[in-house]
C-alpha cells in the first residue's frame, strides 16, 4: 500500500473562495486628487472675481461722487455767469443747499474738534465806548441812539466791529453778553435806558436781548456829578452773522468814559 500520510510533495493550493474577488489596487486617486485641484482653483478664481467687482465698485462710485461735485462746481459757476432771470431763480436754490451742507459740515467740523479736545479760537470783545470829542464820519451818519466804539482802546477777536456800532458773531454758540452804560443827563421826555439790540438773517427788525434803566437824583449836591450806571448781563445762543449792538435813549447824555459792551464764547 501507498503510505498517503508522508510526502515530499507542497500541498495543493488553496481554492479560492465564490465570491471574493480580492484586493485590487485604488485606481480612482489619482482622480480625487485632479477634481480637488480643479476645485481649488474654482474657488480661488470665485474669490478673486468678488474682490475684483467690490474695487471696480468703489472705484466707479468714487468717479461718480467725483463727477457730482465737478457738476456743481459748474453750475455755481454757471450761475454767476448768468443774467437770466429763471436761472437766476434755480441758482438761488442751489446756493441755499450749498449754504445748508456747508453748515452741517462746520458743525460736524465743530463737534470733532471737541471730540478730539482741539483748540479753538478764543472768541470775545470789550468795547469801550467812543468819546464824544471824536467826530463820526458824515457819510455814515449812525442813529443817534446806537452807542458807537473806540477800536483804538478796545479788544475783540473772531467779531466783526463795524463803525456805526454794530458787532457781528462769526461763530455760532452760547455767550455770556454784558454791558455797563452811565448817564450824565436826564432826557427831557423819555426814560434813561439801554437795551441790547439783535439783528439775525431771519429777523433784519432789532429786538431786545436784555433791558435795564436808571435815573438821575432829583437832588443835586454841591460838587457831585449828576451820574446814574445801569449795567446788565446774560447767556444767549448766537449764530452766525448775528448783529448785537446797544440802545440808548441819546447818544449824547452818555458818559463814554465809564461805559463798555462785550461778550465772550462759553
Given at each position: ?94 446756493v441755499l443747499k ?113 433791558k435795564s434803566y ?17 449795567s446788565q448781563a ?33
Open positions: 500500500m501507498i503510505n498517503t500520510f508522508h510526502s515530499t510533495l507542497p500541498p495543493p493550493p488553496v481554492p479560492p473562495r465564490t465570491g471574493y474577488a480580492g484586493s485590487k489596487p485604488n485606481s480612482n486617486s489619482s482622480l480625487v486628487k485632479f477634481l480637488s485641484v480643479v476645485l481649488l482653483l474654482l474657488m480661488l478664481l470665485t474669490f478673486g472675481g468678488f474682490f475684483y467687482l467690490f474695487s471696480k465698485t468703489n472705484t466707479l462710485q468714487s468717479n461718480l461722487s467725483n463727477h457730482e461735485d465737478f457738476a456743481i462746481l459748474k453750475r455755481l459757476q454757471e450761475c454767476e455767469d448768468s443774467t437770466e432771470s429763471k436761472w437766476l431763480l434755480n441758482c438761488k436754490e442751489l450749498y449754504k445748508s451742507v456747508l453748515d452741517k459740515v462746520l458743525q460736524a467740523e465743530g463737534t470733532a474738534a471737541k471730540i478730539v479736545g482741539e483748540s479753538s479760537p478764543e472768541t470775545f470783545a470789550h468795547l469801550k465806548a467812543m468819546p464824544k470829542q471824536q467826530s463820526t464820519p458824515p457819510l455814515l451818519n449812525p442813529p443817534a441812539n446806537t452807542l458807537l466804539w473806540d477800536r483804538e482802546h478796545s479788544v475783540f477777536e473772531n467779531v466783526d466791529l463795524s463803525s456805526t456800532g454794530t458787532l457781528t458773531i462769526r461763530r455760532p454758540g452760547t455767550y455770556y453778553i454784558f454791558s455797563q452804560v452811565t448817564f450824565s443827563a436826564q432826557h427831557a421826555r423819555a426814560p434813561l435806558r439801554q437795551f441790547i439790540m439783535s439783528k439775525t438773517k431771519k429777523k433784519q427788525e432789532g429786538e431786545p436781548l436784555l436808571c435815573s438821575l437824583s432829583t437832588s443835586r449836591g454841591a460838587g457831585f456829578p449828576d451820574l446814574c450806571t445801569s446774560g447767556v444767549f445762543k448766537l449764530e452766525a452773522g448775528q448783529q448785537l449792538y446797544i440802545n440808548v435813549t441819546d447818544r449824547d447824555l452818555v458818559n463814554t468814559e465809564s461805559s463798555f459792551f462785550g461778550l465772550f464764547m462759553l
